[in-house]
């Protein structure tokens, strides 16, 4: 009986050893987990992830932060530039997707995304209708540059001093985001009423979407899910000169494929920098208990033409390329002089930091990033941050422009954030929890392995110790008195 028992136990805990060993090798329920999550990951009517893509839980705050010019005077006389931070205006954005539709036999997904903002004065400096900021005055510059060396030049140079307009406007911030009437603009919009007599670097932006959106639903294939196929009717861009650099590439940024791994890169189209960029990763940690994955710009999307060649298709017209850190978006804003850079010059080129006085760029404040739990494919954490620049140079046909020095000019930056809910954070723990249960069935195997092993052991040294005694009769000395 108790050789039968012993037996037993040890087939057993070789086999659940062999067992647990098999299926940690072959992933078998790591491959369940996957495949689950992957078919829960699409765009289909009546489910949570399309629920949560249609109408995101999570609270979105957009900050402002604006750049005063304390010496404009000496500005103009080629003296270095000296601007103070003002800020956070904080807005509450609401960016629900509407006007939804299914095409293809729901394999793409049809929405605009209007956003609106509405002011949050607890997490705010001050009050935006109040504040007063010098700046560049954008309409003036951006006239300038419109009509230097065409039969328009004189006409404009007489209405700058007939409005007495300078290189440098006072406005409030509510002004400044968005938009009031500039004389100057609404002048020549009598002539050119393709031109806005309203000016605001948001200006009709709130409350509005910046067109129809195309997304792959994830039907076919996970690594789609949520991908932009068209955006504005069109499936690419055209602002660029080379084919790689008018590409639509990735998501929105609000959501992106399960199973991300460290060794790929995200892919997100910005209509903002009106171009894709891609994002690598930096960093393991974890958020609201969540373990996420922390992606970054690539150093190499802003990189100068000779470290990334292929970026010369965003210098317009060709061959103007302003330098690392630094996009020229000129072309797709209506001409204007428009320049866009991370916040500070964060990774720019040290000569844009030191022509200007007042930068401080910081890793920690003015780095984009993107905090994605890797099984799931959320975004529990992010911040977009963007800084708005204005090239500014000396004119001589304007007088307006004094000497001041050639300057990429900060105007102000953004940081738009969101940070995951509890209520969200507590359903995604209790997700992960499962799939930690189901994937670690092959460990509770083998531990079950060991104990049977050590059991058998056991058995094993007290079966040859209990043979190995001898009897009272054996001890015995054999001649007996």
Same mark, same amino acid.
Request: net charge negative; proline share 5%; charged share 20%.
């Given at each position: 009986m108790k050789s039968l028992c012993l037996v037993t136990v040890g087939v057993l805990a070789m086999t659940l050893l062999i067992a647990s060993i098999s299926l940690l090798v072959a992933h078998v329920f790591q491959t369940v987990v996957d495949l689950q999550v992957k078919q829960g990951t699409v765009l289909k009517n009546g489910t949570e992830t399309f629920e949560a893509w249609e109408d995101p839980p999570p609270p979105v705050y957009m900050q402002f932060y604006f750049f005063n010019v304390t010496n404009p005077l000496e500005v103009l006389?080629?003296?270095?530039? !000296?601007?103070? #931070?003002i800020g956070p205006y904080t807005y509450r954005e609401y960016r629900p997707r509407v006007h939804v539709q299914f095409l293809d036999n729901g394999t793409k997904v049809s929405a605009l995304n209007p956003k609106t903002y509405v002011f949050e004065p607890q997490k705010s400096v001050g009050d935006p209708e109040v504040d007063l900021i010098r700046t560049v005055n954008i309409p003036a510059v951006t006239a300038m540059e419109w009509t230097r060396s065409t039969p328009m030049q004189f006409a404009t140079e007489v209405l700058l001093l !007939?409005?007495? #307009?300078?290189?440098?406007t006072v406005r409030s911030v509510h002004e400044l985001l968005w938009g009031y009437r500039d004389r100057?603009?609404?002048?020549?919009h009598v002539l050119h009423p393709e031109i806005d007599p309203v000016f605001g670097l948001f200006n009709k932006m709130n409350g509005t979407d910046d067109g129809e959106y195309v997304f792959l639903s994830g039907e076919t294939n996970y690594l789609n899910f949520s991908r932009i196929v068209e955006w504005k009717?069109?499936?690419?861009?055209s602002w660029w000169t080379t084919e790689a650099c008018n590409m639509i590439n990735g998501t929105d940024g609000?959501?992106?494929?399960?199973?991300?791994?460290?060794?790929?890169n995200i892919y997100i189209f910005s209509s903002d920098f009106c171009r894709s960029l891609f994002l690598v990763y930096d960093s393991s940690g974890a958020v609201a208990g969540v373990p996420t994955f922390r992606f970054v710009p690539s150093s190499m999307v802003f990189a100068?033409?000779?470290v990334n060649p292929a970026n010369a298709g965003f210098c317009v017209p060709a061959g103007n390329c302003p330098g690392t850190g630094v996009l020229n978006v000129s072309v797709c804003k209506q001409g204007a002089p428009i320049f866009l850079s991370a916040p500070h010059f964060y990774q720019a080129d040290p000569k844009f930091v030191e022509d200007i006085e007042g930068m401080h760029p910081r890793k920690e404040y003015h780095e984009t990033f993107l905090d994605i739990n890797p099984l799931t494919g959320l975004v529990l954490q992010a911040a977009k941050r963007m800084q708005v620049n204005v090239h500014v140079r000396k004119l001589p046909e304007f007088f307006e422009t004094g000497n001041i020095r050639t300057l990429i000019f900060p105007v102000m930056y953004i940081n738009e954030s969101v940070l995951i809910d509890e209520a969200s954070a507590s359903k995604l723990r209790h997700v992960l929890l499962e799939a930690s249960v189901v994937t670690g069935i092959p460990f509770v195997i083998m531990a079950l392995g060991i104990v049977f092993g050590i059991v058998f052991i056991v058995m094993v040294c007290r079966s040859q110790g209990t043979s190995e005694e001898s009897t009272e009769e054996e001890r015995s000395p054999l001649i007996r008195t």
């Open positions: 006389q080629g003296a270095t530039p !000296l601007v103070e #931070e !007939l409005y007495q #307009e300078s290189l440098f100057l603009l609404a002048t020549i009717g069109k499936e690419s861009l609000t959501s992106f494929h399960p199973l991300i791994s460290k060794d790929e100068n033409t000779s």
